[in-house]
């Protein structure tokens, strides 16, 4: 129910002291609303819910005054200057990302150390001369323009590519002529959670409608809808091939076989589980064929092979099985299992060489094996180390293929793969400013609230002793059937170098093990994801690990609600929170943009009284209590964040800063022309990172000498 809406001011308070700070903080104030709604016969307030509206002058002032205090702030930590700059000079060095073939020509990120986006080559052999194709820092001047993805034509004539502005999900679609490096006029707007799958001379997309002017980043997403554009067409005249008017809050996509024989249709209405179709594209008129219409399983095709549909599946299989589907006969009593359910989670097939490639998870880390395409494991693929594959790439009869491996001390290093051989050898060697020698990574099991087991890893430089006076940072995410698997981030070195512990916890929600341990993190469960997060930070501080004066926590998105949640509920446990682009209001977060896809995980405030009482119970909003001592807390996020609205973390921001104890500062970081995350410049990158670790390492009382 809602009362009259009360015009909101800005103004600043009195000067509050931070503890154990000298820095001075001087909050701005956000006025309230008389607001609140009912659920079941309950009323919740809701002060703050002009924050919602991310494109009004009062949210432009509030937004401008919160940056102000925070900058502020961070300026007067004294090492940020030089965390900075130590941070510059360890990102400045070359990466990339694994070459794809296509038509004998080689295709390839390059990032010379510095450039905000990474460049787009094309090299006519591995030791050819490589050519420029698609520069995107050419197209913003601050870099917040960002190649989203990129597909070839079969003829391997035309290059279709999307851009991402400012970090938002909008996408634009682009296509460019490869032998004369050309644009064509063919431009395709209001793209959103969209593949590109080429078809002849055109390709399959999914758009929503045009929004609404000035709410292009927080209204619903409704409506989506699956076009063919062929080229040289005005994008008014591309052709709907599929949308489902009764039901607006499913997506849709589209993917083509590679002999083009094939469209496979999915459709979701969450994050997980989803209808799949098909439809033979060499017969005129052809039925789409339904294979699964429900949400109950996933299911992921991975290709047509000599006449059959392989398909990847957590039907009947938690931890995931390759299902092989003859599209004369497509109902499911028809269905033979390839490669079965085994105890580790299946990952990914590829198709190279002849074979299967398939990627399995053991405990978080990545394992690969080759199987023939009757299911007949041939080997198992060498790698170098407890880390993650994050690619492979190939083509169907091409033994030369390639895959990138990294863990928390290695960064991405690219691997040449002769399938036939199972030979690798590393393509390229990573130069970088850090002695990863002097670290070491280590698995560990804890057990939580309720018996169960969790891996996590634990990153720090030799020679560390366990006498609780580490510094130690902790990060999650716990949702979405999401693994935290091993990998490298620049941004965490500075920490290690000064004697920091990073450590990642595999906690339920995520996919570390299939499908059950996900379900096990969602709903009338969520609750164990944080039990598992805080029985993380309680077995640190036991095996002396860290203490908590010297325990940071940091999460992002779905791990935002989990920093949120956690510092909550267990205040006394953490110095430092840093809740990044977090789901933070749980009773109305399925209300704004695609917030309603991940109602499978969270259930709504709408569905009974039950569902809403267990989520108002965690919701980090919801939980801030007058007068307790929180942790020093930074909350982050985009101004164009149209994944998790930024509304969200401003009213979990005003709330700390109204009702928590004034010991520990509340501040919020709101980046401007940012997003989710995806596509941010380097530069930004840099700066985000030099303010999350000064005011993480400050908070811990921690001392770095970056001349070191």
């Given at each position: 129910?809602?009362?009259?809406?009360?015009?909101?001011?800005?103004?600043?308070?009195?000067?509050?002291?931070?503890?154990?700070?000298?820095?001075?903080?001087?909050?701005?104030?956000?006025?309230?609303?008389d607001i609140s709604d009912s659920y079941f016969g309950i009323k919740v307030a809701e002060p703050y819910r002009w924050l919602e509206n991310d494109t009004s002058r009062a949210t432009e002032t509030w937004v401008k005054a919160q940056n102000q205090v925070t900058y502020t702030y961070l300026n007067k930590i004294p090492f940020r200057q030089a965390l900075k700059e130590h941070l510059t000079e360890l990102t400045n060095y070359p990466k990339y990302n694994a070459p794809v073939k296509h038509k004998g020509k080689y295709y390839f990120y390059k990032n010379d150390g510095l450039q905000n986006q990474s460049v787009f080559y094309r090299q006519n052999s591995l030791d050819s001369q490589p050519e420029e194709l698609l520069n995107p820092n050419k197209l913003s001047a601050d870099g917040t323009v960002a190649i989203s993805q990129i597909e070839f034509s079969a003829d391997g004539k035309y290059m279709a590519y999307s851009i991402a502005r400012s970090g938002s999900d909008w996408n634009e679609i682009y296509i460019m002529n490869l032998e004369t490096k050309e644009l064509l006029s063919d431009v395709i707007k209001w793209v959103k959670f969209s593949g590109i799958a080429w078809k002849g001379n055109g390709f399959y997309y999914s758009a929503y409608d045009e929004p609404v002017a000035g709410k292009e980043f927080s209204n619903k997403n409704e409506y989506h809808k699956i076009f063919y554009h062929q080229i040289g067409d005005n994008q008014k005249q591309d052709k709907l091939v599929f949308e489902n008017r009764e039901h607006p809050l499913r997506n849709c996509s589209a993917g083509v076989s590679g002999d083009e024989k094939y469209l496979f249709i999915t459709e979701t209405e969450s994050t997980s589980g989803n209808s799949l179709y098909f439809k033979d594209l060499t017969t005129e008129d052809a039925p789409l064929v339904t294979l699964e219409n429900g949400f109950?399983?996933?299911?992921?095709?991975?290709?047509?092979?000599?006449?059959?549909?392989?398909?990847?599946?957590?039907?009947?299989?938690?931890?995931?099985?390759?299902?092989?589907?003859?599209?004369?006969?497509?109902?499911?009593?028809?269905?033979?299992t390839v490669i079965p359910?085994?105890?580790?989670?299946?990952?990914?097939?590829?198709?190279?060489?002849?074979?299967?490639?398939?990627?399995?998870?053991?405990?978080?880390?990545?394992?690969?094996?080759?199987?023939?395409?009757?299911?007949?494991?041939?080997?198992?693929?060498?790698?170098?180390g407890l880390g993650s594959i994050t690619a492979f790439t190939g083509n169907k009869d091409d033994n030369e293929a390639f895959y990138t491996f990294t863990s928390y001390t290695i960064p991405q290093s690219i691997?040449?793969?002769?399938?036939?051989?199972?030979?690798?050898?590393?393509?390229?060697?990573?130069?970088?400013?850090?002695?990863?020698?002097?670290?070491?990574?280590?698995?560990?099991?804890?057990?939580?609230?309720d018996g169960t087991k969790i891996p996590m890893f634990i990153t720090y430089k030799k020679?560390?002793?366990?006498?609780?006076?580490?510094?130690?940072?902790?990060?999650?995410?716990?949702?979405?059937?999401?693994?935290m698997n091993p990998s490298f981030n620049m941004g965490r070195i500075p920490f290690l170098e000064q004697g920091g512990i990073y450590v990642v916890a595999n906690i339920r929600g995520g996919g570390e093990y299939g499908e059950k341990w996900h379900k096990a993190g969602t709903k009338m469960q969520k609750q164990n994801v944080f039990d598992d997060f805080i029985a993380a930070a309680e077995y640190l501080i036991q095996e002396k690990y860290t203490s908590k004066e010297k325990l940071a926590i940091d999460g992002g998105s779905n791990g935002g609600l989990l920093i949120g949640a956690c510092l909550t509920q267990r205040p006394d446990l953490f110095a430092v929170a840093i809740p990044e682009v977090?789901?933070?209001?749980?009773?109305?977060?399925?209300?704004?943009?695609?917030?309603?896809?991940?109602?499978?995980d969270y259930g709504t405030s709408e569905d009974s009284r039950e569902m809403f009482e267990y989520?108002?119970?965690y919701s980090p909003l919801h939980n801030v209590k007058e007068g307790t001592k929180y942790p020093a807390v930074m909350v982050m996020t985009g101004d164009h964040d149209d994944r998790v609205v930024p509304a969200h973390s401003f009213k979990f921001a005003a709330t700390l800063q109204a009702r928590a104890s004034k010991k520990n500062p509340a501040l919020i970081r709101i980046d401007t022309n940012a997003g989710h995350g995806a596509g941010k410049p380097v530069s930004k990158i840099i700066d985000a990172q030099t303010d999350m670790w000064s005011f993480v390492m400050y908070h811990l009382g921690m001392k770095p000498d970056f001349g070191k």
């Open positions: 129910m809602r009362i009259r809406h009360l015009f909101p001011t800005i103004f600043l308070l009195l000067t509050m002291q931070a503890c154990n700070s000298s820095l001075k903080i001087k909050y701005p104030d956000t006025s309230k609303e109950d399983n996933d299911y992921a095709v991975v290709d047509y092979i000599q006449g059959k549909i392989y398909v990847l599946t957590n039907w009947k299989a938690s931890n995931q099985q390759l299902i092989e589907i003859d599209p004369a006969k497509p109902s499911r009593e028809n269905w033979k359910e085994t105890k580790n989670v299946l990952t990914g097939v590829s198709v190279m060489g002849g074979k299967f490639i398939v990627q399995y998870e053991k405990d978080a880390a990545s394992h690969a094996y080759a199987f023939d395409y009757n299911g007949n494991e041939l080997y198992e693929v060498k790698l170098p691997y040449l793969f002769d399938v036939k051989e199972n030979q690798s050898r590393k393509f390229n060697q990573i130069e970088t400013k850090f002695k990863q020698d002097d670290y070491t990574t280590v698995q560990q099991f804890y057990t939580s609230k020679g560390m002793q366990l006498n609780g006076k580490n510094p130690l940072m902790l990060y999650g995410y716990g949702g979405f059937n999401i693994s977090g789901v933070l209001d749980m009773l109305r977060y399925h209300k704004f943009t695609i917030g309603w896809a991940w109602a499978t989520l108002k119970a």
